[in-house]
């Protein structure tokens, strides 16, 4: 599926009023894909030479996997549903990533901030685009 017929496809749906404009995604994310590599790299990195237990691995591993998971669910499968499925994984998981990292490396927890307030307005985004569009 092409770019032009996924865009005209999103711009159909019905959105609220207060939805960002779609130019504005590409920016956000890339500045946060900057921060999730940085952070989760030293996690995982950490993991790897043992100096954290691999189950501190599991909630970035699963995050990550939602993560890269909601563009094919919502653009390629144009599902609403599944991609608000999707974004509650990864807001669960990232949640449950940052309180388990806290007392070991707590910068991992500040610097992804930003991304718990950008996963957690587009969850509440999702859920209302794929409500005003059942």
Same mark, same amino acid.
Request: positive net charge.
């Given at each position: 599926m092409d770019q032009?017929?996924?865009y005209n496809w999103y711009?159909?749906?019905i959105k609220p009023t207060w939805a960002p404009p779609s130019w504005l995604f590409g920016p956000v994310w890339t500045i946060l894909y900057l921060l999730i590599a940085l952070?989760?790299?030293t996690v995982l990195y950490r993991?790897?030479?043992?100096?954290?237990?691999r189950s501190f691995a599991w909630p970035f591993i699963l995050n990550l996997?939602?993560?890269f998971a909601f563009t094919p669910l919502q653009f390629g499968?144009?599902? +609403? #549903?599944?991609a608000?499925?999707?974004i509650l994984l990864v807001l669960v998981t990232l949640i449950w990533s940052l309180k388990i990292i806290y007392p070991k490396i707590r910068w991992v927890t500040y610097? +992804? #901030?930003p991304y718990l307030a950008w996963v957690s307005f587009a969850t509440i985004l999702q859920l209302t685009v794929t409500y005003l569009n059942l």
């Open positions: 032009t017929t996924t711009q159909t749906l952070s989760f790299g993991v790897y030479k043992k100096k954290l237990k996997i939602f993560n499968l144009r599902s +609403n #549903l599944l608000a499925l999707d610097i +992804n #901030l």
